[in-house]
């Protein structure tokens, strides 16, 4: 699966995190199996893993080495939603409220399509939900659709791998 904790999950985790799409628990869960395949897990996985509470746990994540791409990170984040909605961990108002949040307050970078498909999915979302306009199940497939297609462009479907 993966060798070891680097940058570009670690902001897959921390950006999840700050927007409840994963808990704690969930975090150390997935580091607690990462170092069990490993052999020598780095100074950077054992302080994610030894942290206490969510700021403690944010803090590690933020400190792990490294660079970080806008564009693994993305598809992380993408590919994680994805699996979290269709195990039904998390709703489609979660998803698009977060990707709304994560652009607004410029965590990523997004493409102008990107970035008008995340607006269109959240005014659609918000308008169907309220009763004024559109089919709050059309726009859940859409926000599927949207998820999707990270992977349709060969991205990978695990959103942990680097």
């Known amino acids: 699966m993966?060798?070891?904790?680097?940058?570009?999950?670690?902001?897959v985790?921390?950006?999840a995190i700050r927007r409840g799409i994963v808990g704690y628990s969930d975090v150390l869960s997935e580091v607690e199996a990462i170092i069990e395949q490993i052999e020598d897990p780095s100074a950077d996985l054992v302080e994610v893993y030894n942290s206490r509470g969510v700021e403690d746990l944010l803090y590690a994540l933020n400190d792990v080495k490294g660079d970080s791409s806008n564009e693994m990170v993305k598809i992380g984040l993408m590919?994680?939603?994805r699996k979290r909605l269709?195990?039904?961990?998390?709703?489609?108002?979660?998803?698009?409220?977060?990707?709304?949040?994560i652009f607004i307050e410029k965590e990523l970078e997004f493409t102008d399509s990107e970035r008008e498909d995340i607006l269109r999915l959240d005014d659609g979302y918000d308008l169907a939900n309220s009763g004024i306009y559109g089919d709050v199940e059309e726009v859940i497939m859409e926000i599927n659709e949207f998820l999707l297609n990270y992977s349709q462009e060969g991205y990978s479907q695990e959103p942990y791998t680097s």
Do not use: M
């Not at 269709?86 to 949040?101: G, H, M, R």
């Open 2 to 11: 993966h060798n070891d904790l680097n940058k570009n999950v670690a902001e």
């Open 13 to 15: 985790f921390r950006l």
């Open 86 to 101: 269709e195990d039904e961990l998390i709703t489609a108002e979660q998803v698009i409220k977060s990707l709304y949040q």
């Open 79 to 81: 590919s994680l939603l």
